[in-house]
């Protein structure tokens, strides 16, 4: 008997080529955008970037510091989903100490442009509707991913850069701080080392340290936000992924959420984010279209965020992604030798790591 005669002749008739090709689309479709036939409860993952992060590099203290934040940001972020608030929320409240952190690359303590400057870029996007918004470029702002929110809900526009996402942010009473709260002595110091030596970004930048977080709320909706300094010495307005709708964040009900870090021209070039949401959105119509047969089963997320990756990585690029299922899958998928990252769900899931062999 050959594989495909094992099933009745009406489900054949569904792999001929044009009836497939007609199944699968109307039910991309007529998938509604709050599908959750296996809602389990809430989970999130978070993420500090990712890079060349190596055990014999860390001292104890530098070690158990990045634990400490990101914990305390998961915690955060944990906490809104365990009280029954939404996804967007989470994401927000486990981005914004991460901003604030400067050990991460993200508000205060991001890495500094070619002309010594700080220049923010965020996104955010949430899964139940697929509005977005984002900013690209800017200065001065405490914390770009409430501002990219408020592009989101204040403003007819996905995505503000530079000198007009500034004006909408005063007109909005965003958060602002002075240069000063900013910088550090760290990244100015990856600056100048960079121009004296002249090392490439990623020579100074051995690890990213963009934040970002997905999650899955009770309520069976998702969210994505990133959050970013870029890359040390960028000129030329240079954008990355992590304020792009599509390369560094996603997130669509349906498929799941993604958050991005790493060489962003990478991300932006292969369309990260939306790509792995993508892929998983067609495997799980065709299961649907196909009435059970298992096309989207536990790990099939992992291998494909795992492909996407590999896609990243073939082309030169480095990095890696969080994401969560509708189901409540919480992953991570990275190329790097670490990713600063963390984990919790309702199931008990509660874990931060740094390394890959953990
Ligand atoms: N993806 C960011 C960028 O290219 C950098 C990072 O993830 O740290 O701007």
């Known amino acids: 008997m050959d594989k495909m005669s094992c099933y009745p002749l009406r489900m054949r008739g569904f792999f001929t080529p044009f009836a497939r090709a007609l199944a699968v689309l109307s039910v991309i479709v007529a998938l509604p955008a709050t599908a959750q036939e296996d809602q389990a409860g809430w989970s999130i993952a978070i993420h500090g970037g990712a890079g060349t992060i190596a055990r014999e590099d860390m001292t104890e203290e530098q070690d158990a510091a990045y634990r400490a934040a990101l914990q305390n940001a998961l915690d955060a972020g944990a906490k809104v989903l365990r009280e029954g608030g939404s996804a967007m929320d989470a994401i927000q409240a486990a981005i914004e100490p991460m901003e604030d952190d400067p050990l991460f690359n993200a508000g205060r303590g991001a890495v500094l442009t070619w002309d010594g400057e700080i220049e923010l870029d965020a996104s955010i996007m949430d899964g139940r509707t697929r509005d977005a918004g984002a900013v690209a470029g800017v200065t001065g702002i405490r914390h770009p991913i409430a501002l990219a929110r408020k592009v989101m809900s204040d403003s007819p526009h996905v995505m503000l850069s530079g000198k007009g996402a500034e004006a909408f942010a005063t007109e909005h009473d965003a958060e602002l701080m002075p240069p000063e709260w900013f910088e550090t002595e760290r990244r100015r110091e990856s600056l100048e080392r960079m121009k004296a030596e002249q090392l490439s970004a990623i020579d100074v930048d051995v690890k990213f340290g963009t934040v970002g977080a997905v999650a899955l709320d009770s309520q069976g909706n ?68 196909n009435n059970g047969m298992p096309a989207t089963g536990s790990g099939f997320a992992q291998i494909l965020s795992d492909s996407v990756m590999e896609d990243v990585r073939v082309l030169g690029g480095d990095g890696g992604v969080i994401l969560v299922t509708p ?16 984990r919790a769900t309702s199931q008990g899931v509660n874990e931060v790591a740094i390394y890959s062999d953990e």
């Open 222 to 289: 998702l969210a994505a936000g990133t959050s970013t300094g870029g890359m040390t010495g960028k000129r030329w307005g240079r954008i990355g992924d992590a304020p792009i709708i599509g390369a560094g964040t996603y997130a669509d009900n349906r498929s799941c959420a993604v958050s991005a870090t790493g060489w962003g021209e990478y991300f932006i070039r292969v369309g990260v984010a939306k790509t792995i949401c993508e892929r998983l959105l067609v495997a799980r119509s065709f299961e649907t279209a």
């Open 327 to 342: 189901s409540g899958e919480a992953l991570y998928s990275f190329n790097t030798s670490g990713m600063y990252r963390g």
